[in-house]
């Protein structure tokens, strides 16, 4: 298994990274847990499908499809060799190119077309005509996302601050202290960021948190213990709570495995 990461210079304000995933015979049959990272995703995926595993149901897509936000992990699992190019987007980039609806496809990975017919025509041939020359695909995919239309209104641009702020301050913060960004109430703000973001405030941050945490576990940059406090849990119980949650299993069960996959992509 290979997973490759292309720059972002020029779409940089749109595209958190493109990434370009290859299984093996070898690597068959893969299978592994994916803990969201904040952001919705394009994929395109040729030559084999991938199975998605979400409180027990189970979803086989290839070609175009889009992931919404995850509030928690799921199963990820291919079980033929083959290949798929991705696109990260920035938390309010799919609802700038498509004025959507994003909390609509909370929690699913769904074909493209089922929630933005315009956008699939618009990438589809795109992904189809170079998909033997992945550096030129995402070249061309570059130069398609520059041109399409992305205008910010003001609600737009007080999300992407009330964004920033999050980032800024690795999670660690309230919904609250959103309010200083924000020109409308703590109602209103829920309301516009769960629309364009997908998540809500709270949960947002709740798991920009946690995956700042393993992010830095995962590159062995501090002890885990001393992260636990750093992020501002109050003890290894509180720690434990939110684990559980976002990966569905212990902390006990999951650092005496390997996580190979994990790792490589939360490891950047």
Same mark, same amino acid.
């Given at each position: 298994?290979?997973?490759?990461?292309?720059?972002?210079?020029?779409?940089?304000?749109?595209?958190?990274?493109?990434?370009?995933?290859?299984?093996?015979?070898?690597?068959?049959?893969?299978?592994?847990?994916?803990?969201?990272?904040?952001?919705?995703?394009?994929?395109?995926?040729?030559?084999?499908?991938?199975?998605?595993?979400?409180?027990?149901?189970?979803?086989?897509?290839?070609?175009?499809?889009?992931?919404?936000?995850?509030?928690?992990?799921?199963?990820?699992?291919?079980?033929?060799?083959?290949?798929?190019?991705?696109?990260?987007?920035?938390?309010?980039?799919?609802?700038?190119?498509?004025?959507?609806?994003?909390?609509?496809?909370?929690?699913?990975?769904?074909?493209?077309?089922?929630?933005?017919?315009?956008?699939?025509?618009?990438?589809?041939?795109?992904?189809?005509?170079?998909?033997?020359?992945?550096?030129?695909?995402?070249?061309?995919?570059?130069?398609?996302?520059?041109?399409?239309?992305?205008?910010?209104?003001?609600?737009?641009?007080?999300?992407?601050?009330?964004?920033?702020?999050?980032?800024?301050?690795?999670?660690?913060?309230?919904?609250?202290?959103?309010?200083?960004?924000?020109?409308?109430?703590?109602?209103?703000?829920?309301? =516009? *960021?769960? %629309?364009?973001?997908?998540?809500?405030?709270? +949960?947002?941050?709740?798991?920009?948190?946690?995956?700042? #945490?393993? @992010?830095?576990?995962?590159?062995?940059?501090?002890?885990?213990?001393?992260?636990?406090?750093?992020?501002?849990?109050?003890?290894?119980?509180?720690?434990?709570?939110?684990?559980? =949650? *976002?990966? %569905?299993?212990?902390?006990?069960?999951?650092? +005496?495995?390997?996580?190979?996959?994990?790792?490589?992509? #939360?490891? @950047?």
């Amino acid at each position: 298994m290979t997973l490759e990461y292309y720059d972002v210079d020029d779409v940089g304000s749109l595209v958190e990274e493109f990434f370009h995933l290859s299984f093996y015979e070898d690597d068959i049959p893969f299978e592994s847990t994916i803990l969201p990272i904040c952001s919705t995703t394009i994929i395109f995926i040729y030559n084999n499908s991938h199975r998605f595993t979400y409180k027990k149901k189970k979803t086989e897509l290839n070609g175009l499809i889009v992931s919404g936000q995850f509030y928690d992990s799921y199963q990820f699992s291919v079980n033929n060799k083959g290949y798929s190019l991705g696109i990260s987007l920035h938390p309010t980039s799919l609802y700038k190119l498509t004025k959507l609806n994003v909390s609509k496809i909370k929690n699913k990975h769904i074909p493209l077309i089922e929630f933005s017919n315009e956008l699939h025509h618009l990438l589809y041939p795109i992904f189809q005509a170079h998909h033997n020359d992945i550096p030129k695909l995402v070249q061309c995919l570059k130069k398609v996302i520059l041109k399409l239309p992305t205008d910010n209104d003001n609600v737009v641009s007080q999300i992407d601050q009330v964004i920033d702020l999050i980032h800024t301050k690795e999670g660690m913060l309230n919904t609250y202290e959103l309010l200083d960004k924000v020109s409308f109430s703590q109602k209103t703000l829920e309301t =516009h *960021f769960k %629309k364009i973001v997908g998540l809500t405030p709270g +949960k947002y941050i709740r798991l920009y948190r946690f995956v700042n #945490l393993m @992010r830095k576990y995962e590159g062995k940059e501090i002890k885990l213990k001393d992260l636990i406090y750093m992020y501002n849990y109050y003890d290894h119980s509180h720690f434990s709570k939110d684990f559980k =949650h *976002f990966m %569905k299993q212990s902390p006990k069960h999951y650092f +005496k495995s390997e996580h190979p996959f994990l790792n490589k992509y #939360l490891n @950047r």
